[in-house]
């Protein structure tokens, strides 16, 4: 069975730090690039960020800087460090893991950043 179980979301004041997990099983993690997205009520998901098997990693613009994409083998976890939080990062924030053979998603986690 394929799970990818996210943690880690809460409420935070602007300009604190958050730190997501997305423990991964089920499915080859070091075979996987790994991926976080984030959906806003009445926007589209968007990508965040993704970091490939050899650890190289892309963000949206919008978190250039603020955010770090890390990923751990032995634990088969990948991770978002969020920093500099914006009422705009606010949303549900979801993990992915995808393979020319298989896409999965996790069930997605909250995030609120408010005063």
Not at 14 to 17: A, K, N, Q
Not at 63 to 72: E, L, N, P, Q, Y
């Given at each position: 069975q394929v799970q990818l179980v996210e943690s880690g979301g809460g409420l935070v004041q602007?300009?604190?730090?958050l730190t997501l997990s997305c423990a991964v099983s089920g499915i080859s993690f070091s075979g996987s690039v790994m991926g976080w997205y984030r959906q806003a009520p009445g926007r589209q998901r968007e990508l965040v960020a993704t970091i490939t098997t050899g650890d190289l990693t892309n963000y949206a613009d919008s978190?250039?800087?603020?955010?770090?994409?890390?990923?751990?083998s032995a634990e088969n976890t990948v991770y978002l460090q969020m920093d500099s939080l914006k009422p705009e990062d606010t949303a549900v924030y979801y993990c992915n893991a995808r393979s020319p053979w298989w896409?999965?998603?996790g069930q997605g986690t909250q995030v609120t950043?408010?005063?």
């Open positions: 602007p300009g604190g730090s978190v250039k800087g603020r955010f770090t994409v890390s990923r751990d896409t999965y998603w950043v408010s005063s």
